[in-house]
């Protein structure tokens, strides 16, 4: 397509518009001002277009969390609508109750420290709550001879001055399955074992306290052979790292990412992704896993723009 038939082409969004300046960018003098123009423009088009995209889908989950919080009844006492909602999903819950198996289906909540039930059917009902801080999760490995344990996990419910409890929990599908071990794992390692101390600088953090965060979130991060559960924030070119989304008046740490690379693993469903620096002869290198493929891709878009793209 020539020059002149690219500028008359119609426009119907922004993806559209970015292919066409690049088509622009091809024709125009290499090296030339007008060229670095229109680079510059794609790059700011790009950048507007992602973080667009990043805040719609906070203010996604932000308005389904006020939802849910307030739909059910009997729950103001939980502060749902303070808390940060991580996942939901249906779940066939199988308890033992006077020798006897019985099974339901629920509507499962996970937010930042708790754990809730609601009836399946009548979906304001509240059926049960726990504190993350209390449960222990067992993976059930799949059974080629017995197929109700497929896609099973246990919940074992510990807390300080109550009767220990048990129950399985039964998923759809083993991807399903996965994203729940992947939540549960990370929140419940984090409130039960601590937060890891990370990288730090010698320096102070940045004063960016009265700067917007562009991505912020929850993400699990590797400590040796286990996942802890932490509340990350993207400030100009900073990545800083809090406790929880209460306890942000001091960063736990934090990380300047003007020479990490972003490396995206490669297998797939593990949502992991990486930021390697190298620095001189030492090689610091953080390791994170989203909760969703949706988180996924959105701290993917965030962390691209302030660092450098490689492949794991």
Known sequence: MSLESLLLSPVQHG????LILKEVHRHLPVGSDKQRVVMETIQKLDNTMKLTTTNIATEKRVKRKNEIAS???DADSLALAEKELIYESRVS????VNSEIVQEDYLAYVFADMLIFVDFNM???LKVYYHLE?????DIPDSPILDQTKNAVQLCIIPKDAEITSFLLYFESTFLKTQWLHVLYGITDHLQNGVPTLVLKNNPPPDVSNEEPSHKGHLNFRVKSHWRYIYVEVKKNYLFYYQDEVHKEKPIGFIEMDNFKLQVGRAKNSYEFKLA???????????FKALSGESWAEWM????????RKQM
């Open 15 to 18: 993806p559209r518009l970015i």
């Open 71 to 73: 739909s059910i009844k």
């Open 93 to 96: 819950r199988v308890d033992v």
């Open 123 to 125: 979906k304001s009902t």
């Open 134 to 138: 209390d449960v222990q999760v067992i």
């Open 277 to 287: 620096h190298l620095d001189g002869s030492t090689q610091v290198s953080l390791r």
């Open 301 to 308: 878009t965030a962390l691209k723009r302030p660092t450098k």
